[in-house]
């Protein structure tokens, strides 16, 4: 069970984050995660890696 307190401070800390829907063909997520795993990140932070790569980092 959670507590009162980890569960507001996950709602505090989500509503500093934008959601985003990517979508790809079956199979090709397993085949990202892969990657990402071969790198030792998690599929979010290789999808954020390389944006802030093409964009910059955000401030």
Known sequence: MISRA?????????K???DIIFRVKKGRKA???????SLGMSLNAYMNYLIDQDMGPSE
Not at 6 to 14: F, G, I, N, P
């Open 6 to 14: 980890r569960e507001k401070a996950t709602k505090k800390y989500l």
């Open 16 to 18: 500093k984050l934008d």
């Open 31 to 37: 085949e990202i995660k892969a990657h990402a795993d």
